[in-house]
């Protein structure tokens, strides 16, 4: 199904679901000045037409005992697509591994791994360099403090 154009309300209800996913179909309809079974509607064509891609908890890592995060960049010589494809199967596989990019600049890979500490983190990084030849240079940064972190878009001003 293609993506039909997101209107006023669409953007709405997105901002909103984003902030609260618990928010009630009542809630979302009155809050976007709808009733119930069109707000439902519009709720399900942005599910099927892949705008919202899933409902979830956020949870803190700190509460969790995962409190290191560590930005991991990646360099290698391998470009041929077998490589590529179990590269990205055993990147995938680590569950350490909260985002992952490719890059065009210096590195060729990115990613943002949170573990429990630097004892976790050498475990994650021998798994990493020892599961994955074509490595040529891995470079980790680590943060000190998060300042700013949000999974919220800026869809509000998608439709004004």
């Known amino acids: 199904m293609l993506p039909t154009a997101l209107d006023k309300k669409d953007c709405m209800l997105l901002d909103l679901l984003q902030k609260d996913c618990t928010l009630s179909l009542q809630a979302l309809a009155d809050a976007v000045s709808l009733t119930t079974t ?16 899933g409902r979830v908890a956020l949870l803190d890592a700190e509460q969790l005992g995962l409190g290191l995060t560590a930005f991991v960049q990646l360099k290698t ?8 494809q179990r590269f990205v199967m055993l990147i995938a ?26 004892k976790s983190y ?16 891995v470079t980790s940064s680590f943060a000190m403090e998060e ?3 949000t999974t919220a878009l800026p869809v509000a001003a998608c439709r004004q």
């Open 93 to 118: 596989e680590m569950p350490e591994v909260m985002g992952f990019y490719r890059m065009a600049g210096e590195y060729d890979y990115l990613l943002r791994v949170q573990v429990a500490d630097m």
């Open 122 to 137: 050498d475990r994650f990084y021998k798994q990493l360099v020892n599961g994955i030849s074509g490595l040529i240079d």
């Open 38 to 53: 069109p707000c439902w509607k519009r709720l399900k064509r942005l599910e099927d037409e892949g705008y919202i891609r």
């Open 147 to 149: 300042i700013k972190y």
């Open 77 to 84: 010589q391998q470009h041929s697509s077998e490589w590529y």
